[in-house]
């Protein structure tokens, strides 16, 4: 595809297989199946993400039936060693940084960052996904964004469009836009530029799930990266909004279904210089989520409800291992699989008790909730 442009996808998380521990939730997963999607093209694309050393926290119910988390330093021999260090300033300080490449999961080029290294005072940056303050999220977000773009320059990866998958890592407009200026452009100039190369994809539809930071920790953080207030202000506004900033710095901007971009629509609205927001209707990789037995049946266009049956006692039987809950073949049964935060609003299904009590009172439905929390 010599007539495709070449796309660098940067996200924060990855999820292509449960082996590789650098994913929490459905931003990795969408992450993934779109490597995957784009190898099984043969589209130019490489992706750009962490390599989480201690990924995302594994939780527990203790003996005093309290919570617990639990973190496992993770080896992961089948990576490639690119040889390219990078450096990014995080408070003053300056974080070396290692370049790996992984294509084991039949995925196109992914190049992960990672600050485990002796050198570092600040070695645990890249530890665990999502850090639990304002300032190790900031540093971990400076990594993706800034280390991310110059990565791809140490890789001589030439890129036509840089796609951000949700927020995270806005801060490479930053980087983009300092070359721009160190080679003469006003900041406007500089920001029209790099506009024409940028792709956003926005995904929580409540401003709760929205990154927003003060400028005094922006700046103190080193986040600024050379601009000043004024213009950091003019990217992202006042507090730093992440997704302001990706909704000003992008040529497009999408949603990830249609309902929900006729949602961000009307909430992001009222932002200045922001994007009309497209509605995409993501799919999934079938090569990863779909059963065999199920593509096998659909393949050779026999009856899907065997196989769908056999997968939703195999369910069955791993709820009634770990809860102790039998549930029945023969009830509808709806699953809630996301991590635990208010603003993911797995009550939703109960809001219409005059609906959904009747059907739970007279066994027609059953509900299966399933999802960790943040630490914090």
């Known amino acids: 595809m010599k007539d495709k442009k070449t796309v660098a996808y940067f996200c924060m998380e990855f999820g292509l297989d449960d082996s590789f521990k650098i994913y929490?939730?459905?931003?990795?997963i969408l992450a993934g199946d779109v490597l995957k999607g784009a190898k099984d093209i043969g589209y130019p694309m490489v992706g750009i993400g962490v390599l989480w050393r201690q990924g995302y926290t594994k939780q527990f119910i203790g003996e005093d039936d309290r919570l617990y988390d639990s973190y496992t330093d993770y080896k992961y021999d089948f990576l490639e060693d690119t040889g390219i260090m990078i450096d990014v300033m995080v408070r003053d300080c300056l974080v070396q940084i290692k370049v790996w490449k992984c294509e084991r999961f039949g995925n196109v080029p992914l190049y992960l960052l990672d600050t485990f290294m002796g050198c570092n005072d600040d070695w645990y940056l890249t530890g665990q996904l999502y850090g639990w303050f304002g300032e190790e999220r900031i540093a971990q977000e400076l990594i993706l964004g800034i280390g991310g773009v110059k990565a791809l320059r140490a890789l001589g990866i030439d890129v036509d469009t840089y796609h951000f998958n949700d927020s995270h890592p806005l801060f490479a407009v930053t980087e983009l836009v300092k070359d721009h200026i160190a080679a003469g452009k006003s900041f406007d100039e500089a920001c029209d530029i790099i506009r024409e190369k940028i792709v956003f994809t926005t995904h929580t539809p409540v401003a709760a799930g929205n990154e927003e930071h003060e400028h005094r920790l922006v700046e103190y953080m080193g986040a600024y990266n050379g601009l000043t207030r004024k213009q950091m202000i003019k990217l992202g506004g006042d507090p730093f909004g992440m997704t302001v900033a990706g909704l000003r710095m992008s040529?497009?901007?999408?949603?990830?279904?249609?309902?929900?971009?006729?949602?961000?629509?009307?909430?992001?609205?009222?932002?200045?210089?922001?994007?009309?927001?497209l509605s995409i209707t993501n799919g999934v990789h079938c090569g990863t989520w779909w059963d065999k037995n199920i593509r096998d049946s659909y393949e050779s266009k026999q009856d899907l409800w065997n196989p769908h049956m056999h997968l939703k006692r195999k369910m069955i039987g791993e709820i009634q291992k770990m809860n102790h809950v039998h549930l029945k073949e023969d009830v509808l049964t709806i699953g809630f699989a996301r991590r635990v935060a208010p603003y993911k609003r797995s009550d939703l299904i109960f809001s219409n008790l005059e609906i959904i009590e009747p059907l739970l009172n007279e066994g027609k439905l059953q509900l299966v909730f399933s999802g960790k929390s943040h630490p914090n």
């Open 251 to 277: 040529k497009k901007a999408n949603g990830v279904a249609q309902l929900h971009g006729r949602t961000a629509r009307k909430m992001w609205a009222h932002i200045e210089g922001g994007k009309d927001i």
């Open 24 to 28: 929490s939730g459905g931003l990795g």
